[in-house]
């Protein structure tokens, strides 16, 4: 896999500036731990406050992480702060989606017409620890665990903890203060509480949950199905998703309404309806999960939502990022390589050389805020897209067409997954626009036999409808510049 590359340089008038500011982070999850250890390496003391027990040392999964699946965009990250070289050893390589029918049948889609791109699984908890170790090598980082964060007074850049060890109250003062603490955000809800500025947020939750399940290694730690692929079951109104472990297992895991159907995770409530439910659904999963009752009992049920909120930030005193800003939901493997991303965006905008920490999160935010609205957005449709159109003939002639236009085209071409996925020079929202316009594009002209099935295409044929999606997507674009949603 061609992996993105980042370079940068600190002069030591940066790097004396940096030593006399104090920065206190909220929360040590994927986008603190990353976040603590750049501002560690760019000479900052940084003091992180986490709610939970240090994973490193306490199991703390409890069945509600979905798997992570790292791409460019997270890869750049990584690169900025030196570790590739040992997470890569953590990653599976996913090339594309193993869709499976009901019958057991399976189809190959890959997420590229190019063999150099696919995206990586990768285990929550060893990213993390990994991240977390690297921080605390550097002596101006401390990082403390079971420190909950009740407020944060934001005009005096204050924050307001409870020691969980021996309920003792703890404050603390900061130059600044970013919260990193995720949906929940402690500093975000005293935002919205304070009413001393005007603060818009939204949180909205899909109709459906999800719960965590999981595949057991076979013998000696094999693989009991292909592990260099994201399995899905769509099934219209509800899925199954399953992406390997070093270990030889796969977290699996199930996205159903709360309510709705037949078949939903309110009357899931004995074990024969489990089974009956995944044996008529699910069946060449079933019979690789003999543990599926256990878990489906034993792990609990989790939402899923969007949060969207502005400003991000207070003056110069405090900044939310990552899924403190900008929560998504799972279906575009976008979530963390978002809120990594965060920490690379930041660091140019540090780079710039403000005048000032107000500047800085302004100029920040003002380039950032569009392009996690839109990776917000995309996450939705592509939950639509996993669950059903993936089944769909129309859209599997023009996925398929895409791959022949990567393939034939690597220059020339990127579908819409690919522009979000492996273009991590392009921010979400033109990947976004650009995709969805050719998505339209292709589509329109399939179903008005503009252009014909793939499979009776020669090369120059291709070439010819190459400029007929590209003439098409430029009409669509310009057609949304003049409504003005570009």
């Given at each position: ?13 940066q ?10 982070l ?11 250890l ?11 406050m ?9 199991d ?8 992570l699946?790292?791409?460019?965009r ?34 190959f ?13 990768i ?12 921080a ?11 420190r ?7 005009e005096?850049?204050?924050a307001?903890f ?8 703890l404050?603390?003062t ?10 929940g ?12 500025f005007l603060?818009?947020?939204?949180q ?8 965590e399940?999981?595949?057991l290694?076979?013998?000696n ?7 260099n692929?994201?399995?899905?079951w769509?099934?219209?109104a509800?899925m ?16 159903l ?7 939903n ?9 489990v ?9 060449d ?33 405090t ?7 900008h929560?998504?939901v799972?279906?575009y493997g ?15 905008v ?17 380039t ?26 129309n ?7 895409e ?24 921010g979400?929202?033109e ?21 014909t ?10 070439k010819?409808t ?13 057609d ?7």
């Amino acid at each position: 896999m061609t992996q993105p590359t980042i370079t940068h340089t600190n002069n030591t008038s940066q790097s004396n500036q940096a030593s006399k500011q104090h920065i206190l982070l909220i929360g040590a999850g994927l986008c603190g731990s990353l976040l603590a250890l750049r501002l560690g390496q760019r000479g900052y003391k940084v003091t992180v406050m986490e709610m939970r027990p240090d994973l490193r040392k306490v199991d703390i999964s409890a069945g509600r992480s979905i798997n992570l699946a790292l791409s460019n965009r997270g890869i750049k990250a990584i690169n900025l702060v030196g570790l590739w070289d040992k997470v890569k050893p953590l990653c599976i390589p996913m090339n594309g989606r193993m869709l499976h029918d009901t019958a057991g049948n399976t189809t190959f889609a890959p997420y590229s017409g190019r063999d150099h791109e696919y995206i990586n699984s990768i285990s929550r908890g060893m990213l993390n620890a990994l991240l977390l170790d690297e921080a605390e090598k550097h002596e101006n980082v401390s990082i403390y665990f079971n420190r909950k964060c009740d407020s944060v007074d934001f005009e005096n850049t204050t924050a307001h903890f409870t020691n969980l060890d021996n309920q003792e109250q703890l404050n603390q003062t900061a130059n600044i203060i970013i919260a990193t603490d995720g949906a929940g955000s402690a500093m975000r809800q005293s935002y919205f509480l304070s009413r001393k500025f005007l603060f818009s947020f939204s949180q909205e939750y899909l109709t459906h949950g999800y719960k965590e399940l999981t595949i057991l290694p076979g013998k000696n730690g094999s693989y009991k199905t292909d592990k260099n692929v994201l399995h899905i079951w769509g099934r219209e109104a509800f899925m199954l998703i399953a992406l390997p472990n070093l270990d030889g297992s796969f977290t699996v895991t199930l996205f159903l309404s709360y309510n709705e159907g037949e078949y939903n995770f309110n009357n899931l409530t004995t074990k024969e309806r489990v089974l009956a439910f995944f044996t008529a659904y699910f069946k060449d999963a079933l019979d690789l999960m003999p543990n599926l009752v256990d878990d489906f009992f034993t792990n609990p049920t989790a939402p899923l939502g969007t949060v969207k909120c502005a400003p991000w930030h207070y003056k110069g005193n405090t900044l939310l990022m990552g899924d403190a800003a900008h929560a998504i939901v799972p279906f575009y493997g976008q979530g963390m390589n978002a809120s990594f991303e965060d920490v690379v965006e930041f660091d140019k905008v540090l780079d710039a050389e403000h005048d000032s920490w107000e500047a800085i999160f302004t100029a920040y935010e003002k380039t950032r805020k569009k392009d996690t609205d839109a990776i917000a957005d995309l996450a939705i449709d592509n939950f639509y897209e996993m669950k059903g159109h993936v089944n769909h003939p129309n859209f599997r002639e023009k996925r398929t067409l895409e791959m022949a236009l990567e393939k034939t085209f690597p220059e020339a071409y990127a579908s819409k997954y690919s522009l979000v996925t492996f273009n991590e020079t392009i921010g979400y929202r033109e990947a976004m626009m650009r995709g969805r316009a050719q998505d339209k594009a292709i589509l329109n002209m399939l179903a008005d036999q503009t252009i014909t099935k793939v499979n009776n295409l020669s090369d120059t044929e291709l070439k010819e409808t190459l400029q007929k999606v590209n003439a098409e997507t430029e009409a669509i674009l310009e057609d949304d510049r003049i409504a003005g949603l570009k």
